[in-house]
């Protein structure tokens, strides 16, 4: 299996330039003879091994260092039931093996209470082990877009990569690298509202565009405070009105204090305007969205 199959697209492709910059002359570590003798039937030429964990150890510069006991519990009984479908990436490191990617799925295996782990064994120098570490913590599905901007402007800062390098690292295209960069344009205060999760990244992509601090912190602070759509958001801007949307049905509108609360609370973690008709026994809940793209999103959500 060839590393970009079984590392991902992102990583693989990455790993593809390490090995082209090999190629025109960057020499590679060299083992000992010590090393050569432990590891004598290792492989760096991109198969997948299985090594065993005990010999494994943890990147020392791992960006990511909290890994949540739960989910790795979750991992490990999923491992446990199915096996690992992906291996990890490590290199060598004297008499041992030294995790470059993939340190949640070795650590997940241990408590498994697994002996082997499939690997892909590569040769790489320190800068390249950092670039990946931070490439492979950029992929991580909880980040949230301002925490992925400022990776990325750490690592084209500290490594010197221009946009196209950490588009093919992060299997993105180069506007879409531009456009988050962009975010970082954004006011402190409005950045921690994304992060904290009281705005969406969508009302992000939006206020990147107002100039005006103050008004641009007012504005997320509104959109915050009202729970209003994306779609809400750029209509404000445009005409300094947020639309109403009109849904028909016979029930009132919800007077309960607890589940206008509950609204506030599902608008924030939906990233979209919720109304919820009824009272406490029975009713229905309404969700807006803008376009085809923005109902998609939702779906992915709610699944």
Not at 168 to 178: D, E, F, M, P
Request: with cysteine; aromatic share 4%; glycine share 6%.
């Amino acid at each position: 299996m060839s590393t970009s199959r079984g590392l991902g697209k992102g990583l693989g492709a990455l790993i593809s330039i390490f090995d082209d910059e090999d190629e025109v002359g960057q020499a590679k570590p060299k083992a000992t003879s010590s090393d050569k003798t432990l590891t004598s039937n290792v492989s760096t030429d991109n198969a997948i091994q299985e090594l065993p964990v005990d010999l494994i150890d943890s990147n020392i510069n791992q960006p990511r260092k909290d890994f949540n006991p739960e989910h790795l519990q979750e991992l490990a009984e999923s491992i446990q039931s199915n096996g690992i479908f992906q291996p990890i990436l490590v290199t060598k490191a004297g008499q041992r093996f030294m995790i470059v990617a993939g340190e949640r799925r070795w650590r997940a295996t241990k408590i498994a209470g697994l002996k082997t782990i499939p690997a892909i064994v590569k040769n790489f120098n320190a800068r390249q082990i950092s670039e990946i570490a931070i490439v492979e913590n950029l992929q991580r599905e909880d980040l949230n877009i301002v925490e992925l901007a400022l990776g990325i402007k750490k690592l084209m800062d500290e490594h010197f990569l221009t946009q196209e390098k950490v588009a093919i690292a992060l299997g993105k295209n180069r506007s879409s690298i531009a456009n988050t960069l962009r975010l970082l344009n954004l006011p402190p205060t409005v950045q921690q509202m994304v992060r904290t999760g009281a705005i969406t990244s969508g009302h992000a992509k939006v206020l990147v565009s107002v100039t005006d601090n103050d008004k641009c912190i007012a504005l997320a602070h509104q959109s915050a405070k009202e729970g209003l759509s994306v779609r809400q958001l750029e209509e404000l801007l445009k005409t300094g009105r947020a639309p109403q949307f009109n849904f028909s049905s016979p029930m009132p509108r919800a007077q309960n204090l607890e589940l206008r609360q509950l609204e506030r609370e599902c608008t924030q973690s939906l990233g979209a305007k919720v109304s919820i008709q009824g009272d406490g026994r029975r009713g229905k809940i309404l969700i807006e969205y803008f376009d085809e793209k923005d109902l998609s999103r939702l779906v992915a959500k709610l699944k």
